[in-house]
Antibody
Framework: QVRLVQSGAEVRKPGASVKISCKAS????????IHWVRQAPGQGLEWVAL????????TYSQKFQGRVTMTRDTSTGTVDMEVSSLRSEDTAVYYC????????????????WGQGTMVTVSS | QPALTQPRSVSGSPGQSVTISCIGT?????????VSWYQQHPGKAPKVMIY???KRPSGVPDRFSGSKSGNTASLTISGLQPEDEAVYSC???????????FGAGTKLTVL
């Protein structure tokens, strides 16, 4: 069964950092791009970043450039995302999602999603 | 980059049809046939309903259809059913470097 399982909810103070993880199973990890998408309470989906799990190359939304870092561990099939200098506006559910194309060709279709990780930033 | 523009809400009665618009620019919706639509029920992860403007994944009812004209994409749901009540978000490739942009989401209410 193809799955993305994310780490649990986190609470941080403004200015701190948080690292959340996304563990893939049921498919060949290095063959599919992984994206992070977030959703603030009552708001729409917002694309954050993507990672090529084969080579580790990353692409970030301009909005998050410099504040977000994606990494992967091919031995465990896990993708991590760290967000630094947190502010209240970063309070959101963060989803990892798989691009549906198996050949590391961007399809821009997210066929498998993690269950979401709630990150709360509050003093 | 601002989100793609969607109506905040739409509604319809069971059996009726509704269409949700998604307005982008010549750098995203207008530039690529990589428009997809996601259905999201409260507290759940999104689910893809339409991809590549008009294609339906296996298991998605043919009541769901997509189209595009210029910088505007549309999702039409015919024969509305109570379980269609959800938030629908459009998504498009955006510019260079494999960026992605979403719409702000449209709440569909089945009356």
């Amino acid at each position: 069964q193809v799955r993305l399982v994310q780490s649990g909810a986190e609470v941080r103070k403004p200015g701190a950092s948080v690292k959340i993880s996304c563990k893939a199973s049921g498919y060949t990890f290095i063959n599919y791009y992984i994206h992070w998408v977030r959703q603030a309470p009552g708001q729409g989906l917002e694309w954050v970043a993507l990672l090529n799990p084969s080579g580790g190359l990353t692409t970030y939304s301009q909005k998050f450039q410099g504040r977000v870092t994606m990494t992967r561990d091919t031995s465990t099939g896990t993708v991590d995302m760290e967000v630094s200098s947190l502010r209240s506006e970063d309070t959101a559910v963060y989803y990892c999602a798989r691009d549906s194309s198996p050949w590391l060709v961007h399809s821009y279709v997210f066929d498998i999603w993690g269950q979401g990780t709630m990150v709360t930033v509050s003093s | 980059q601002p989100a793609l523009t969607q109506p905040r809400s739409v509604s319809g009665s069971p059996g009726q049809s509704v269409t949700i618009s998604c307005i982008g620019t010549s750098s995203d919706v207008g530039a690529y046939n990589y428009v997809s639509w996601y259905q999201q029920h409260p507290g759940k992860a999104p689910k893809v309903m339409i991809y590549d403007v008009t294609k339906r994944p296996s298991g998605v009812p043919d009541r769901f259809s997509g189209s595009k004209s210029g910088n505007t994409a549309s999702l039409t749901i015919s024969g509305l059913q109570p379980e269609d009540e959800a938030v629908y978000s459009c998504c498009s490739a955006a510019g260079m470097h494999s960026h992605v942009i979403f719409g702000a989401g449209t709440k569909l209410t089945v009356l």
